[in-house]
């Protein structure tokens, strides 16, 4: 079946940048998503960037695609203690053209 | 204005129960969606529907049944409750059906079996 994964961890100090990567064996997708969940909380639509582009940039993030790779990552710079959550990657899987979340990157920013 | 809102936020319950969650939302969107997320964070689709009719159902034992009285509402009912079935359980929905579509979230249904 499909893979999606992503390291489980990452800690950042405020101010400095976080990079969360993201690893798929198979992908159809037309967009591949971050979504970010909060403690207690739905996840939320971060940010998508379109399959032929490879690299999207909006305020503080910016989303790196690699389809040779198969690798997809998301910057977030000047990291801040409100970035602290679980970012999920998602593409939509090329056999079973479901959406497939990855393992999701519990990122913590300490002070 | 909540967009996808799910009750209960937590529900605590005894093996062998029958329980629903349900959930509602008002952004006038045609599919919606059950989630469930284990322990360990791995979020798993478990059913969708697109304007009342169900699109996917994923191996999930029968005694889990969803049920969408209209395209706004889709409620889960899970029979006979076990252990393993402790999760947060998750309803989204979509503008549109397909794969490619941004999934909006509800906050979550916390379910604990004891």
């Known amino acids: 079946g499909e893979d999606v994964e992503q390291s489980l961890f990452l800690s950042v100090r405020e101010g400095d940048s976080s990079v969360i990567n993201c690893t798929y064996t198979?992908?159809?997708?037309?967009?591949l998503y971050w979504y970010k969940q909060e403690p207690g909380a739905g996840l939320q639509l971060l940010t998508y960037?379109?399959?032929?582009?490879d690299m999207k940039q909006d305020q503080r993030l910016t989303v790196l695609l690699n389809k040779k790779d198969k690798h997809l990552s998301l910057r977030i710079a000047d990291t801040q203690t409100g970035d602290s959550a679980i970012y999920f990657c998602?593409?939509?899987?090329?056999?079973?053209?479901?959406?497939?979340f990855g393992t999701g990157t519990r990122l913590q920013v300490f002070p | 204005d909540t967009a996808v809102s799910q009750t209960p936020k937590y529900l605590v319950t005894q093996m062998g129960n029958d329980k629903s969650i349900k959930c509602e939302q008002n952004?006038?969107?045609?599919?919606m969606y059950w989630y469930k997320q284990d322990s360990k964070k791995f979020l798993k689709i478990m059913f969708s529907?697109?304007?009342?009719?169900?699109?996917i159902n994923e191996t999930v034992p029968n005694r889990f049944s969803p049920k969408s009285p209209d395209k706004a509402h889709l409620n889960l009912h899970i029979n006979s409750l076990e252990l393993g079935d402790s999760a947060v359980y998750f309803c989204?929905?979509?503008?549109?059906?397909?794969?490619?579509?941004?999934?909006?979230f509800g906050s979550g249904t916390q379910l604990s079996v004891l």
């Open positions: 989204a929905s979509s503008q549109l059906q397909g794969t490619n579509e941004k999934l909006f």
């Open positions: 198979d992908s159809s997708s037309t967009y």
């Open positions: 960037i379109f399959s032929n582009m």
């Open positions: 998602a593409v939509v899987s090329y056999n079973t053209d479901k959406l497939i």
């Open positions: 952004l006038g969107h045609d599919t």
């Open positions: 529907y697109n304007n009342k009719e169900l699109i």
